[in-house]
């Protein structure tokens, strides 16, 4: 882990992880479309975060100002594309675990949420959020 003092971000970071159903009629260009926007909206709200896809179902780690984060889970929440949208963690953070993305899109060919759960046998929210940071990583190296 990097040290807190070295992070180059003074300021507490709001969070919030969510997981939500993707519309079942969603298809791939629609999901390119919402990464895109995504990525460019985030830019200029000084969002990061990640978002990961698979088996239908929707894992978002989203971090940045407080004020801007809620304002942005309120539109998700009226967004169609997804339902059900469920927060699994939110608060504050030292320091951001995305610096570098905007929005960082993952699918199972990227790494199984679901298989690395299960080997775990823990799905809690923090659990959830190691298996994204270290997603991350590998595609770190791969690059
Ligand atoms: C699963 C999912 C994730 C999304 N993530 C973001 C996001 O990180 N940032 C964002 O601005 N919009 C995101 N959106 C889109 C928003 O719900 C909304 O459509 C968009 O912010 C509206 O942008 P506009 O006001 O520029 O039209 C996401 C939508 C879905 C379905």
């Not at 801007?68 to 309120?74: K, S």
């Amino acid at each position: 882990m990097q040290d807190i003092k070295t992070a180059g971000e003074p300021d507490e970071v709001g969070f919030c992880l969510y997981r939500s159903v993707a519309m079942p009629s969603l298809t791939a260009d629609e999901l390119s479309v919402i990464v895109d926007t995504a990525s460019l909206n985030n830019r200029n709200m000084d969002l990061t975060g990640c978002l990961h896809h698979e088996d239908g179902l929707f894992f978002q780690w989203l971090e940045g100002p407080p004020i801007v984060l809620f304002r942005l889970l309120e539109k998700l929440r009226d967004d169609n594309r997804h339902l059900d949208m469920t927060i699994l963690d939110q608060g504050t953070l030292p320091r951001r675990l995305f610096p570098d993305w905007q929005m960082r899109y993952s699918d199972r060919k990227a790494g199984s949420l679901m298989d690395w759960l299960q080997r775990r046998h823990d799905s809690s929210a923090s659990s959830i959020g190691t298996f994204l940071r270290d997603i991350e990583i590998l595609e770190e190296h791969a690059r």
